[in-house]
């Protein structure tokens, strides 16, 4: 079991930035590639990012590419999703998810196992 606290979502301006944080605690948390999915009104909830357990590989949604950036840290047992250029549409529910890849080395095709329980970022002028 692992547990997942997410924070850092909050109300920014069209082209801010924000920093998300995921606390995991549990167990072992380097066992595990850590992804972003987010989830807006009326829509399903979509994969953002992923960064395999070593911090070595990580993917994007195309949606996403270019202005968000995924890391982890495995000594705090924290991941991070660093948010640049933000726009409207890139308002949602961030969730935090713990899981498996295809292989320990490759984060996708990426399969949740544990997720938190979320934070809400909002892009409005």
């Known amino acids: 079991q692992v547990q997942l606290a997410e924070s850092g979502g909050g109300l920014v301006q069209p082209g801010g930035s924000l920093r998300l944080s995921c606390a995991a605690t549990g167990r072992t948390f380097s066992g595990y590639h850590m992804a972003w999915f987010r989830q807006s009104p009326g829509k399903d909830r979509e994969f953002v990012a992923v960064?395999?357990?070593?911090?070595?590989?990580?993917n994007y949604a195309d949606s996403v590419q270019g202005r968000f950036t995924v890391s982890r840290d495995n000594t705090e047992n924290a991941v991070y999703l660093q948010m640049n250029s933000l726009k409207p549409e890139d308002t949602a529910i961030y969730f935090c998810?713990?899981?498996?890849?295809?292989?320990?080395?490759?984060?996708?095709?990426?399969?949740?196992?544990?997720w938190g329980q979320g934070t809400q970022v909002t892009v409005s002028s």
């Open positions: 998810v713990a899981g498996l890849g295809s292989s320990s080395y490759s984060p996708t095709p990426f399969s949740p196992a544990y």
């Open positions: 960064v395999s357990r070593s911090g070595g590989r990580t």
